[in-house]
């Protein structure tokens, strides 16, 4: 399989510290001053002291990530700067200061201030209410979510006798508004992570939630969505914020796992070129899907979920009842004032947004894997990309594709995704087993290996599925469907090694017993 970037690898560089080589070892993602605190501390130099490197030759390095890397034949050296050096910052310093002292004598004069104050107080109050924030709204908003609650309750006191098993009124997660302006931590994206971003061979593992949220804040951006739906940038940071916090923390259907699907679905996008093919339209409803498409994931699928007779199965009569509680989720956090990024969209149009992104969330049953793959095989030969049916079939494929696309990435990217869904499986079985329902195969912690888990899946669902998108886009082939066969390649071979080690030791037990019996 393809190899992960090594842009994530840490920096290494070699000082000459009093005649000995000191290594420095430090992230590409630290800013200029923590290394100059490492550069200090390696070189037993006062902390705060204002240094200068030179290489051998005496010319200055930057002192900064991206500094040229050296080696031990070859080490650079930390001074710290003279006097006359300095005496340029101390001027500066002192110009600062002096349009501090110029800055504090302005703030003392008292109708100036008041001036200012209620001028900024009028830009607020604007704010306010550009962003619907009034306090009778917010009131409003909270008795709808009162009376809300209410029903809930009540509905739920009223259906002591169901023979539900999982109760998720109790710890489900619920939608709650953010009413104020979001603040988790903006993250500026490098023109190398720009492009990265548009790649399978993208690392999900290196990135903190608020990175993922940026990320997923630049895609809606990038392809334009923003500005098509006339998107407050303030709402979609707050529904950003509300879909992260409606994800579980399940060992596998977590936030990451609705950002890596996001992230494949963008990819896909770019290297199939379909803002060239589909509406803009078409790509809000295939990001919007990709995002919301495992909302509030109880960990425990649709089989246990049926077998359990949970309220979710009642609820949905056995018909996909996790993908339906997906939708739901998904609108009820939509449905809320300051989370509702299609909210200047024409109702009409909002009403057909909402069915397809419905329709490709329900799409991600397996269940329904072969009507949809086989419904799709039909179309891709005469494929018709003004045809209303063709790309509705292909939307529901191409969503299908990235949720369950994990192999498609680098070896080390993809194989601890199979260890968090061994996780995830083997606490479904173990709970089955206890309650005494029926457990499958290839979730039974003593009946599955890691190889045995994936074979099947990758040659019988993974690749035919992708080789059929790949008539229709033969550019995959390299990036996407390669690595596939790459994967089930890999895994055979564990597979080979796991038999002839669980052989040898049945050989070597058959012989001590033998043994035995001859004594």
């Not at 006191?157 to 979001?182: F, H, I, L, Q």
Request: net charge negative; aromatic share 8%.
């Amino acid at each position: 399989m393809g190899s992960s970037s090594s842009s994530y690898a840490p920096k290494t560089i070699y000082l000459d510290v009093d005649g000995k080589v000191q290594k420095v070892v430090f992230s590409r993602h630290c800013s200029p001053c923590d290394i100059k605190e490492l550069l200090c501390s390696s070189s037993n130099i006062p902390r705060n002291t204002a240094i200068m490197m030179v290489d051998p030759e005496g010319a200055l390095v930057s002192i900064d990530p991206t500094m040229a890397t050296n080696s031990p034949n070859c080490l650079y050296k930390v001074v710290p700067m003279s006097i006359g050096q300095l005496g340029d910052k101390e001027d500066m310093f002192q110009n600062v200061l002096s349009q501090v002292a110029d800055q504090f004598s302005r703030a003392f004069r008292i109708n100036e201030l008041k001036t200012e104050v209620t001028n900024r107080l009028a830009m607020l109050e604007k704010r306010v209410e550009l962003e619907g924030l009034k306090v009778v709204e917010i009131e409003k908003c909270k008795n709808d979510l009162k009376k809300l609650r209410d029903e809930m309750t009540s509905r739920g006191g009223g259906r002591v006798n169901c023979p539900c098993k999982y109760n998720y009124s109790d710890d489900g997660k619920k939608v709650t508004p953010r009413r104020d302006v979001p603040n988790y931590p903006k993250y500026t994206l490098s023109q190398e992570t720009i492009e990265a971003l548009k790649k399978p061979t993208f690392d999900v593992w290196h990135w903190e939630h608020n990175e993922m949220l940026s990320c997923l804040e630049y895609m809606y951006h990038d392809l334009g969505l923003v500005k098509v739906f006339n998107m407050n940038p303030i709402t979609l940071k707050r529904w950003l914020l509300a879909i992260q916090e409606n994800y579980r923390n399940n060992p596998f259907h977590n936030f990451r796992h609705c950002f890596c699907v996001s992230q494949m679905m963008y990819g896909m996008i770019h290297l199939c070129d379909l803002q060239e093919k589909l509406t803009l339209t078409c790509m809000g409803i295939l990001m919007t899907a990709a995002v919301c498409h495992d909302l509030d994931h109880p960990g425990y699928n649709n089989t246990y979920q049926i077998n359990a007779r949970t309220e979710l199965a009642v609820r949905y009569n056995d018909i996909s009842p996790l993908e339906n509680h997906h939708c739901a989720v998904a609108f009820q956090i939509l449905s809320l004032p300051e989370c509702n990024i299609f909210a200047n969209v024409d109702p009409e149009a909002f009403k057909q947004i909402r069915q397809a992104i419905i329709t490709l969330i329900l799409a991600t049953d397996m269940a329904r894997h072969g009507e949809i793959l086989d419904s799709f095989k039909q179309k891709v030969d005469n494929f018709d990309f003004t045809n209303e049916e063709h790309v509705t079939c292909l939307k529901m494929v191409l969503i299908k594709c990235c949720d369950i696309s994990n192999e498609v990435r680098p070896t080390e990217v993809a194989e601890p995704w199979v260890d968090c869904l061994l996780q995830e499986y083997f606490m479904q079985s173990d709970r089955e087993k206890s309650e005494g329902l029926p457990v499958a195969p290839f979730m039974d912690r003593d009946k599955v290996t890691k190889p045995t888990a994936q074979i099947g899946f990758i040659k019988f669902v993974l690749i035919p599925m992708f080789e059929t998108v790949m008539k229709l886009f033969p550019q995959i082939e390299e990036i996407m469907v390669q690595p596939l066969r790459d994967s089930r390649d890999h895994y055979e071979e564990l597979k080979q090694i796991d038999d002839a080690m669980t052989e040898a030791q049945k050989k070597k037990t058959e012989s001590m017993s033998l043994g035995g019996k001859k004594k």
